[in-house]
């Protein structure tokens, strides 16, 4: 099962810093952990699974506060990379010793944790494209090889031993941190320009695919498990086998089009994956989901990129649109999930629809102009 993801990471460049393959993976990892957490805590600490996906929302809440901060307030310096580290080896490892209660605000310093990391990351192939290009793919290779390992430390040991090997995982990069350059020059900082209408209209369009997104596939796995009847492993191998179909689209080169395409694509499997409680259907949804967002999302980036008169700023404006959209989008599920699963499906699925709608008309009037 692993030689598919093995043969593609052997791809990858090697001056690309092994620091930033690690780090990339370590959050992968994390974030693979979530839809896998939900219903196992639900199970553990007799919550309900709307309220349970709140770890989520803060762990990505941390993420976005930190990721969008750490670069105003520090430069990137091995020390403010140790104490990133070590302080996801602390919310990780007090995570599994808790509560519910006192877990939510760990998750949130463990996003904090996983936010810095990454910043300090991209900060070593910021503006190198085929750089870039090779790290996309680290997330869907490791997903698929961590999901069914998660799946079964959650099934054998339960939600608190995961943390702890959450919490062992954020020393790997400290063993890479010498193969980072972290003196990077400090750059005087540039006026910046607001978006065309175009742009911020397509932002827009971004958080929304988000939004929807993430509240049906953060609640997957419980759909799969408790709404379909399928074991946590079998769950499990669903996923890596949506990540297994996300590496071809994440490694693809060259032109990308049809963002409205691929969107309304991957709207049509949510509403699958949640909304018809068939075990084929839930597989081939989720396949089928792994291939067409990565052939969306770049195409949308491509698309935002030919209609601002300074990409370079909505550049990161795209990762802070989207990062709020992933924040909302398991409050939005959580509640319509305890409403009904087949609910979630459609709503989500809707929002996803709307912003497929969006990319499509900007398309056509960027074609006609």
Do not use: C, K
């Not at 990505?60 to 580290?85: D, E, T």
Request: aromatic share 8%.
């Amino acid at each position: 099962m692993f030689q598919t993801p093995l043969r593609a990471l052997a791809t990858l460049r090697p001056n690309v810093p092994a620091v930033v393959l690690v780090a990339s993976a370590v959050s992968t990892v994390v974030f693979t952990s979530t839809p896998f957490l939900i219903p196992g805590l639900a199970d553990s600490e007799g919550v309900a699974v709307g309220r349970v996906g709140l770890i989520s929302t803060l762990q990505l809440g941390g993420f976005v506060v930190s990721s969008w901060g750490a670069g105003r307030l520090f430069r990137p310096r091995r020390s403010v990379m140790v104490a990133a580290i070590l302080l996801g080896l602390v919310a990780n490892v007090a995570s599994g010793l808790v509560g519910f209660s006192a877990l939510l605000p760990l998750r949130f310093l463990a996003g904090i944790s996983l936010g810095t990391i990454a910043w300090i990351s991209w900060s070593e192939v910021f503006g190198d494209d085929d750089r870039t290009g090779d790290i996309a793919v680290i997330g869907p290779v490791v997903g698929s090889i961590a999901s069914p390992i998660v799946a079964s430390v959650i099934d054998v040991s339960g939600p608190g031993r995961l943390f702890f090997l959450l919490g062992a995982l954020h020393l790997l990069p400290l063993a890479f941190i010498r193969t980072a350059r972290f003196a990077a020059p400090h750059r005087p900082r540039s006026e910046r320009h607001r978006p065309a209408p175009a742009a911020l209209v397509l932002l827009l369009a971004l958080g929304l695919l988000t939004l929807g997104g993430n509240s049906v596939f953060v609640f997957a796995g419980a759909v799969g498990a408790g709404d379909i009847g399928l074991s946590p492993i079998a769950v499990a191998f669903v996923f890596s086998l949506n990540s297994l179909a996300s590496i071809p689209s994440a490694r693809r080169r060259g032109p990308h089009r049809h963002a409205g395409f691929w969107t309304g694509v991957t709207a049509a499997m949510a509403v699958l994956v949640a909304a018809v409680h068939h075990p084929v259907v839930f597989v081939l949804a989720l396949v089928v989901w792994g291939f067409a967002f990565w052939m969306g999302v770049p195409a949308a980036f491509a698309l935002l990129a030919r209609n601002s008169r300074y990409p370079a700023e909505r550049a990161g404006d795209s990762q802070a649109y989207m990062a709020l959209g992933r924040v909302v989008g398991p409050l939005v599920g959580g509640a319509l999930y305890e409403l009904h699963p087949t609910l979630l499906g459609v709503v989500g699925g809707g929002v996803m629809a709307l912003a497929a709608l969006t990319f499509s008309i900007v398309d056509r009037r960027t074609i006609a102009e």
